[in-house]
């Protein structure tokens, strides 16, 4: 009977050995631990496994993401709150808890849970805000096919998936690369887009707040077809920056007061692709010029407490960013921006914190594309941005606070032998094909879903050349 037992454990011991790279030697928890919650794991083919206690020690398989962690902290009464960097921040009864993670291996990490009494109470003194952002919606021939109903268009299906993640936010912003200037010259798709109006009322209806109308595509239908498109967005109750109809307009920056933090948008473009601008509207349009970047920065920054601007810039389907937006980048944040979000290349590009004067500024060189129907499962992937800051009340400083985001794939599907659209969440959509529970996605979709969501994470956090 021993020598069966033995029998059993030996291949146990060295296949857990094998599954953390050898690392018997872990210097932050007893190894004999480790390898008993490792069996644990193996053996109940559970996600969690605790290791030890004071202070709580647990073994979490990666392959969902933090969120079997999550479900043992809301079982206890915490509620999720963010993710920055490697803490996992709960809430409860006026209190923060921040677990430690630290990867162990390709699959494991372990997390660290502090006392509850070491654990400082939320001050009322503090607000805590939420920007949700994503990138480019190309409304393609085939997109625009995909929401006609009769004489009609609707588009509320191209976002619903996403739409509780964009309504997570305080406040939503999306880039619109097509004009919405009316049937009169036809619906098209690329080169020279013009999408029914029919598109600002899903984005309005899907908890979008602002589109962003600065892009190389703006004058696809001339300036009549741009101050349309944003005739079109505000009645369906949008914000919008990057154009304007009036000096006013262009005066009078956009600010939002969001319980008190006050946060001011500026957008801004590289080019309409050789279209000329109105030479006598110099307000009309926020052309990507260094200098009077700056200037805004500098007339805005007094305004508000955070500085958000929005970029359409870079490489076409480059991975990077260049050595010269890398640099702006910085120059910006010096003089008083606080958050870039990069639009135009189509594909994701990497993101970064810069510490400046003291002071966590993020950027994103490219969020990817939100919707369209591009070649190359890379054209069609994008990020949901989730921007946390919180701001001293006392003291009026603000500082970001949490970084997440939520990797995205714009899905083709038929219904009837029709082509339609949607842009799903990847890591959701696999737990939903998983369950039986997805529409229109089989378990022989789950291998490009995993493929697209690793090359999404490695994208964004991959070094900088």
């Not at 393609?140 to 609707?154: F, L, P």
């Not at 004009?179 to 598109?199: C, K, L």
Request: with cysteine; hydrophobic share 40%; net charge neutral.
């Amino acid at each position: 009977m021993r020598r069966l037992v033995l029998l059993f454990l030996v291949p146990v011991l060295v296949l857990t050995c094998m599954l953390f790279n050898y690392s018997w030697l872990y210097q932050e928890v007893n190894p004999t631990a480790l390898a008993s919650a490792a069996i644990r794991l193996a053996l109940q083919n559970a996600d969690v496994e605790a290791i030890s206690q004071s202070p709580d020690k647990y073994l979490v398989k990666t392959i969902d993401g933090i969120d079997p962690f999550i479900s043992l902290m809301q079982n206890r009464g915490w509620t999720y709150r963010d993710q920055m960097g490697a803490g996992i921040v709960f809430v409860k009864n006026g209190q923060l808890l921040t677990a430690g993670s630290r990867k162990y291996s390709k699959h494991y990490m372990i997390v660290t849970v502090p006392e509850v009494g070491a654990v400082p109470p939320v001050t009322s003194a503090q607000e805590t805000i939420t920007l949700t952002a994503t990138g480019d919606i190309l409304m393609h021939n085939t997109v625009i096919a995909s929401g006609k109903q009769g004489d009609s268009y609707n588009y509320d299906h191209l976002f619903a998936p996403i739409k509780k993640l964009i309504e997570e936010g305080d406040y939503s912003s999306v880039n619109l690369e097509s004009a919405i200037a009316g049937p009169a010259s036809g619906y098209t798709g690329y080169p020279v887009f013009n999408s029914p109006d029919s598109i600002a009322n899903a984005l309005k209806n899907n908890g979008f707040d602002l589109a962003v109308t600065a892009s190389n595509h703006t004058l696809d239908r001339g300036y009549s077809g741009a101050l349309r498109t944003l005739d079109v967005l505000r009645q369906a109750g949008l914000d919008t920056t990057g154009t304007f109809k009036t000096p006013e307009e262009k005066r009078n920056f956009l600010v939002k007061d969001i319980r008190g933090v006050k946060v001011g948008y500026l957008a801004y473009s590289y080019d309409t692709n050789g279209i000329p601008l109105p030479q006598d509207k110099p307000y009309f349009y926020n052309l990507l010029d260094r200098d009077k970047i700056i200037s805004d920065i500098s007339a805005l920054r007094p305004e508000v407490d955070l500085l958000v601007l929005v970029l359409h810039w870079g490489v076409e389907y480059s991975p990077y960013p260049t050595e010269q937006q890398r640099k702006l980048a910085k120059e910006f944040f010096e003089k008083g921006a606080d958050v870039i979000l990069g639009s135009h290349p189509h594909v994701i590009q990497p993101m970064e914190t810069m510490q400046i004067n003291g002071k966590d500024k993020f950027v994103i060189y490219s969020m990817g594309n939100s919707m369209g129907n591009q070649n190359g499962v890379e054209r069609n992937s994008g990020v949901i941005l989730k921007l946390q800051f919180t701001k001293d009340l006392n003291q009026g400083e603000t500082n970001l606070s949490g970084v997440s985001y939520t990797p995205i794939f714009m899905h083709p599907y038929y219904i009837n032998g029709r082509q339609m659209f949607r842009v799903v969440p990847i890591q959701a959509t696999i737990k939903a094909i998983q369950a039986g529970k997805d529409p229109y996605l089989g378990t022989d979709s789950i291998p490009l879903l995993q493929e697209v969501l690793a090359a999404t994470n490695k994208q964004l956090t991959q070094p900088l050349r």
